[in-house]
C-alpha cells in the first residue's frame, strides 16, 4: 500500500494511526502542497490528501479521504478491530469522528497556523517555511476573526473530550475506535502551542497514548 500525504499534515497522520494501529505495512510518498493536485486529482477527483494506494488486484485504485481509509483498512483487515461491536456505540463513534473531521480539524488548522504565524513563528522562521503559512492562511481565510471562532469550536471540543477521556480509557465504549485515533491526529497540532499544553494536560496524556497504541511516532512538541 502506498500513502499519498503532506508530511506535517493532521488529517494524514489520522490516517497513519490506523494503519498503524492494524499494524499494516505501508509505503509513504510526501508530496508537495499545490503541486499534489497533479498528482492526486486525476486519481481521486479531488484535492485534499491523504489518499491510499491499496495495490491490490481487484481493489479500488485510490481511496481518498480519511474516513474512507478507516472504512477501507477495517473491510482490508478485520483484526485488530477498530470498530466498535455495539452498533449504538459504533454509530456514536462516526458521529464523533465526523464532528471532529469536520469542524474541530479545521479548527485546529486556524488556531495552530495562527500560532505559527506569530508568537510560534521561531519554531521556524525560514522564508520557506513562513512562506508555506502565509499561502495556507490566505487559502483557507485564517485571521484574528476567524480564529477566534476556531478557539470557540475548540473550547467545546475541550469540554466534551473531557467528559470523556477523563471518565473512561475510550472515547466511546472500551477500546479504541475511530473517535480516539480522529480526535488524536486533529488536536495534534496543539501540542506546539504553550497555552493549551498548560490547560488540558490530560488531552496530550491521551493523544500520546493513543500514538503508543498505534506505533505511530508522537507529533512535534511531544
Ligand atoms: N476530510 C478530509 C480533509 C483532508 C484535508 O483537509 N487535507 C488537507 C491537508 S491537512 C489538504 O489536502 N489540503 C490541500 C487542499 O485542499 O488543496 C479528510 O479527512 O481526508
Redesign the pocket.
Known amino acids: 500500500m502506498l500513502l499519498l500525504q503532506?508530511s506535517t499534515?493532521?488529517?494524514?497522520r489520522?490516517?497513519r494511526l490506523g494503519l498503524g494501529y492494524k499494524q499494516i505495512k505501508y509505503k509513504i510518498e510526501n508530496l508537495t502542497?499545490?503541486l499534489?493536485?497533479f498528482r492526486?486529482k486525476p486519481l481521486t477527483g479531488l484535492?485534499?490528501?491523504?489518499v491510499l494506494l491499496p495495490e491490490i488486484e481487484g481493489e479500488r485504485n485510490a481511496i481518498?479521504?480519511?474516513?474512507?481509509?478507516f472504512k477501507f483498512l477495517e473491510t482490508y483487515q478485520t483484526e485488530p478491530c477498530l470498530f466498535l461491536p455495539d452498533h449504538e456505540q459504533q454509530t456514536e463513534a462516526w458521529m464523533l469522528e465526523d464532528w471532529l473531521?469536520?469542524s474541530i480539524?479545521?479548527a485546529t488548522?486556524f488556531v495552530y497556523y495562527q500560532f505559527r504565524a506569530g508568537e510560534g513563528k521561531q519554531i521556524d522562521p525560514s522564508l520557506l517555511s513562513q512562506t508555506v503559512i502565509s499561502v495556507v492562511r490566505q487559502?483557507y481565510g485564517i485571521n484574528q476573526a476567524s480564529v477566534e471562532l476556531a478557539q470557540k469550536r475548540l473550547a467545546i471540543a475541550f469540554d466534551e473530550l473531557s467528559i470523556r477521556w477523563r471518565k473512561r480509557d475510550y472515547l466511546v465504549g472500551d477500546r479504541l475506535s475511530v473517535a480516539d485515533l480522529t480526535a488524536a491526529a486533529l488536536l495534534s497540532p496543539l501540542s506546539l502551542i504553550p497555552h493549551y499544553r498548560q490547560e488540558y494536560p490530560w488531552l496530550f496524556e491521551r493523544i500520546i497514548q493513543v500514538h503508543q497504541l498505534c506505533y505511530e511516532p508522537l507529533p512535534p512538541g511531544l
Not at 47 to 50: A, H, R, V, Y
Open positions: 503532506f499534515s493532521h488529517y494524514c489520522k490516517a502542497p499545490g499534489h493536485i492526486v484535492k485534499t490528501l491523504p481518498a479521504d480519511s474516513t474512507e481509509i473531521d469536520e480539524g479545521t488548522r487559502q
